[in-house]
T-cell receptor, first 111, second 112 residues
Framework: DAGITQSPRHKVTETGTPVTLRCHQT?????MYWYRQDPGHGLRLIHY???????DKGEVSDGYSVSRSKTEDFLLTLESATSSQTSVYFC??????????FGPGTRLTVT | EDQVTQSPEALRLQEGESSSLNCSYT??????LFWYRQDPGKGPEFLFT???AGEEKEKERLKATLTKKESFLHITAPKPEDSATYLC?????????????FGQGTRLTINP
């Protein structure tokens, strides 16, 4: 998985609670991304980062925030989890902003 | 709006039976087209990048080609281990250089 880890790998949480997912890379790549993957929708970009403290919104950013204080870590926070945020979340990295390499994913269930 | 459509949604082949998967796209200024393979419960695995019409890339039994409107992933004499979902994505100027738009994938099953 190109030196990318995601934690936790599985999480069950209740509606209304905050949740933070972590992506850690050892490749020193500039770009980092958070996607969600749902049946019928494919992979959709939530947020991405193009450097430390530099982030931008993707297609489905409502209800999510991100932070990147170090090159190697990119955090995704669900401020108040809802059932519609039940999904599989993937982190990806890219050196030049073209081809992306994906992590193993986090399966999140909001009950 | 940039769009990527993959067909068929699912394809079942016998071992050794060659075929092609299609990825058609409508984008404003294609910067690159990417193919990924995804196994169940895992993240997508990068296969190829194609940048311009006429370009071809090969890897083992897979060959990807690109025209101005679509890309094909040709699978020659597939084996059961080629079973996976194959994803296509485009990077377009209108989306920003760093963003990819994905199709919904083709689920390929190779029967022994």
């Amino acid at each position: 998985d190109a030196g990318i880890t995601q934690s936790p790998r599985h999480k069950v949480t209740e509606t209304g609670t905050p949740v933070t997912l972590r992506c850690h890379q050892t490749e020193n790549h500039r770009y980092m991304y958070w996607y969600r993957q749902d049946p019928g929708h494919g992979l959709r970009l939530i947020h991405y980062s193009y450097g430390v403290k530099d982030t931008d919104k993707g297609e489905v950013s409502d209800g999510y925030s991100v932070s990147r204080s170090k090159t190697e870590d990119f955090l995704l926070t669900l401020e108040s989890a809802t059932s519609s945020q039940t999904s599989v979340y993937f982190c990806a990295i890219s050196d030049r902003g073209d081809e992306q390499y994906f992590g193993p994913g986090t399966r999140l269930t909001v009950t | 709006e940039d769009q990527v459509t993959q067909s068929p949604e699912a394809l079942r082949l016998q071992e050794g039976e060659s075929s092609s998967l299609n990825c058609s796209y409508t984008v404003s200024g294609l910067r690159g087209l990417f193919w990924y393979r995804q196994d169940p419960g895992k993240g997508p695995e990068f296969l190829f990048t194609l940048y311009s019409a006429g370009e071809e890339k090969e890897k083992e039994r897979l060959k990807a080609t690109l025209t101005k409107k679509e890309s094909f992933l040709h699978i020659t004499a597939p084996k059961p281990e080629d079973s996976a979902t194959y994803l296509c994505a485009v990077q377009a100027g209108s989306q920003g250089a760093q963003k990819l738009v994905f199709g919904q994938g083709t689920r390929l099953t190779i029967n022994p």
